[in-house]
């Protein structure tokens, strides 16, 4: 009986540890690695002169997104809007500091933005405009995101049962006569 209260006492301290660690923010998921697109000026679609490449990039909530000149000329990672982008809107995404970012005119040369919030997020280069280079990022939620409760339940009393009563007597048949 004493065995058990401790395992029960046991568990309850883990629980209380494991929901600590989870409030704290101690548990949480690692770090997204950094995704890459390259600025190219050969073998884009539509015979285009410049393009990013991948157009399209899926990527987890926090990941950043680099995006590396290939070519020497200057261009911008720059969020759309219906007017610059012949229609086309900013994306859902809610990250508002995704607006704009010069990549120079050297090959080799960078750009980083890391995503927080999901959505997409539609850009292109504002020097060669958005029918020449534009590209999408989706930003997923956090990579298995779960929402885990866990209840720790009072530990069970067990009472054992009073030992099981004598089997009744058994009959007797015929007469009995008692005397007296």
Same mark, same amino acid.
């Given at each position: 009986?004493? &065995? &058990?209260? &401790? ?9 209380? $540890?494991?929901?600590?660690? $989870?409030? #704290?923010?101690?548990? $949480? %998921? ?7 697109? /390259?600025? #190219? =000026? ?11 490449? +991948? ?18 000329? !200057? *261009?911008?990672?720059? &969020?759309?809007? !219906? ?8 994306? #859902?995404?809610?990250?508002? /500091? ?14 980083s933005h %890391?995503?927080?919030? %999901? ?8 020097? *060669?405009?958005?029918? $020449?280079? *534009? =590209?999408?990022?989706?930003v997923q ?18 009472? !054992?049962?009073? +030992?099981?009563? +004598? !089997? ?5 048949? =015929?007469?009995? #006569?008692?005397?007296?």
């Amino acid at each position: 009986m004493q &065995r &058990r209260g &401790r395992a029960w006492g046991a568990i309850g301290v883990m629980v209380g $540890v494991v929901m600590a660690l $989870v409030v #704290s923010g101690a548990l $949480v %998921a690692p770090a997204q690695a950094d995704t890459a697109v /390259s600025i #190219s =000026g050969s073998g884009c679609a539509g015979a285009t002169t410049f393009c990013f490449v +991948p157009a399209q990039s899926t990527v987890a909530n926090g990941t950043t997104v680099t995006w590396t000149n290939q070519t020497t000329a !200057p *261009h911008t990672v720059t &969020r759309c809007t !219906p007017a610059a982008c012949n229609g086309t809107d900013a994306g #859902s995404g809610s990250d508002a /500091s995704f607006t704009s970012g010069n990549v120079a005119a050297s090959n080799g040369a960078t750009f980083s933005h %890391a995503f927080n919030g %999901a959505g997409t997020y539609n850009y292109y280069c504002q020097i *060669h405009g958005y029918a $020449v280079m *534009h =590209g999408i990022v989706t930003v997923q939620s956090a990579v298995g995101t779960t929402t885990t409760t866990a209840t720790a339940s009072a530990p069970t009393t067990v009472v !054992p049962s009073p +030992p099981n009563p +004598p !089997p009744p007597a058994a009959a007797v048949s =015929g007469n009995v #006569s008692f005397t007296g």
